[in-house]
Antibody, heavy 122, light 107 residues
Framework: EVQLLESGGGLVQPGESLRLSCAAS????????MAWVRQAPGKGLEWVSV???????FYATFVEGRFTISRDNSKNTMYLQINSLRAEDTAVYYC????????????????WGQGTLVTVSS | DDQLTQSPSSLSAFVGDRVTITCRASQNIDTYLNWYQQKPGKAPKLLIY???SLHSGVPSRFSGSGSGTEFALTINTLQPEDFATYYCQQSCRTPITFGQGTRLEIQ
């Protein structure tokens, strides 16, 4: 079955760190760029980061160096390390697969995980 | 960053209506525009990609149009299951960005 399964969310205190994981199955993980999208409670979708099949990474402007995306193709797993967590990082974090079209390498997000909730509170 | 502005932010409609949601980009994004549907408590689902291509399994009452900076998502003959929040997304350049969303409510 083609799916993405996130884990690693939970309740953390401001200033702490967290590592989210995304386990992929059912497709050739190493061939696709993978990304993270988050959604704060009651708010819209916010793109966070992407890692290409080559390993090159890109981040949203708000990241300010606190987030690091990585992947382990041998484990079909993507990660998101978040440091110096803030209350405004409270959100459901979705793992998403990309699928290119045209001459664009990112294309569309055609597969989403169920999300993992990160709550930052003292 | 490329800004995407959706309008309206919310709208009410009846089952059977035809509705159109627009998405305006702050810069030319060619046809690198996608549309997603999200229902409460669920992950978003891809509806339309490349501005006008229907994703596999999506009903044909959904259609997309536009290029450059002006885009539209049209839903013909609204069904009860179509009441949800819709987002546009540009994938022309990083950082990838989403519109703020349009909440479609049943009237």
């Amino acid at each position: 079955e083609v799916q993405l399964l996130e884990s690693g969310g939970g309740l953390v205190q401001p200033g702490e760190s967290l590592r989210l994981s995304c386990a992929a199955s059912g497709f050739s993980f190493r061939d696709y760029a993978m990304a993270w999208v988050r959604q704060a409670p009651g708010k819209g979708l916010e793109w966070v980061s992407v890692i290409r099949d080559s390993g090159r990474t890109f981040y949203a402007t708000f990241v300010e160096g606190r987030f690091t995306i990585s992947r382990d193709n041998s484990k079909n797993t993507m990660y998101l390390q978040i440091n110096s967590l803030r209350a405004e990082d409270t959100a459901v974090y979705y793992c998403v697969k990309t699928a290119p079209y045209g001459t664009g390498w990112y294309g569309k997000n055609d597969l989403w995980g169920q999300g993992t909730l990160v709550t930052v509170s003292s | 960053d490329d800004q995407l502005t959706q309008s309206p932010s919310s709208l009410s409609a009846f089952v059977g209506d035809r509705v159109t949601i627009t998405c305006r980009a702050s810069q030319n994004i060619d046809t690198y525009l996608n549309w997603y549907q999200q229902k409460p408590g669920k992950a978003p689902k891809l509806l339309i990609y490349a501005a006008s291509s229907l994703h596999s399994g999506v009903p044909s009452r959904f259609s997309g149009s536009g290029s450059g900076t002006e885009f539209a998502l049209t839903i013909n003959t609204l069904q009860p299951e179509d009441f949800a929040t819709y987002y546009c997304q540009q994938s022309c350049r990083t950082p990838i960005t989403f519109g703020q969303g349009t909440r479609l409510e049943i009237q």
